[in-house]
């Protein structure tokens, strides 16, 4: 499977790119733990199916000192011992959110209230732009058909001219 157009060389898509990057630096500095995020990414990358992100997001949340145990077990998180609470809440409200045409609830009020026990105002605006925004990126990287496998960690320089 080659990949079917490269967002980054064309000017409009390069430009989006970067507007997209932004909105996810705001989500990475809020108060929403880094381990949180990457452990939402990555599931939610996982279950969309997108090769890059499933690559990008488990090697920056290793490089960013997360266990290889919970980088394995993310995928079956409910059937694990290696997650807080708080994190069980985040990767349901995820997977809720992920699968939005797979329930007539959409989100489960139980789902939304135990995310709202761990996590605060912010926190929770945070989460939720956060699995928009990794869903959004999940659909272009399949989409276009980014390649996973060859990402080094690191922000890539295309979004940071």
Request: charged letters at 25%; proline letters at 3%; one cysteine or more.
């Amino acid at each position: 499977m080659e990949p079917r157009f490269d967002l980054f060389a064309n000017e409009l898509g390069a430009k989006i790119s970067k507007r997209f990057y932004n909105v996810s630096l705001a989500i990475q500095q809020s108060p929403l733990p880094r381990a949180t995020q990457d452990l939402v990414m990555l599931r939610v990358s996982q279950i969309n199916g997108c090769g890059f992100c499933v690559d990008y997001h488990s090697k920056e949340a290793a490089a960013a000192g997360e266990t290889s145990v919970r980088l394995h077990l993310v995928a079956a998180w409910r059937e694990t011992s290696v997650f807080t609470e708080a994190e069980r809440a985040a990767l349901a409200l995820a997977e809720e959110g992920t699968r939005l045409a797979d329930a007539d609830h959409g989100v489960s009020d139980e789902t939304w209230a135990q995310a709202r026990k761990h996590y605060d105002d912010d926190r929770i605006a945070a989460l939720v732009y956060l699995i928009a925004v990794i869903n959004a990126a999940n659909r272009v990287g399949v989409i276009v058909r980014n390649q996973g496998g060859s990402y080094e960690p690191g922000v890539p320089a295309a979004l940071t001219d």
